[in-house]
């Protein structure tokens, strides 16, 4: 398992953009979460599955919803596991 965070910036709040990311994640069979910043600059996300399921993640992220207009994708590894089995939205 591999685990990651990124940060979505652009257009990603209050265009259902969590509520995609989350289905999607769920679809790949990623476990994580991911939250707006309070700031309102972007969607922070983590992330944790198999190699090619986070690669298909990261090609995914760039589109987002139908609404939402990403302008960039910053990925970073991370060297622990979250112990988690399903994705969520968190506040």
């Known amino acids: 398992m591999f685990s990651r965070r990124y940060l979505v910036t652009g257009r990603v709040q209050g ?10 994640a769920r679809r790949l069979n990623i476990a ?9 600059s972007a969607v922070e ?3 944790q599955g198999s190699h090619e ?16 207009k990403v302008s960039g994708v910053k990925k970073y590894d991370l060297s622990h596991d979250m112990n988690g089995d399903t994705f969520e939205i968190v506040s």
């Open 15 to 24: 265009v259902a953009f969590r509520f995609y990311t989350r289905a999607e």
């Open 32 to 40: 994580g979460w991911c939250r707006n910043l309070d700031n309102g």
């Open 45 to 47: 996300i983590y992330a």
């Open 53 to 68: 399921s986070l690669l298909l993640f990261e090609q995914w992220l760039p589109y987002g919803s139908p609404a939402s």
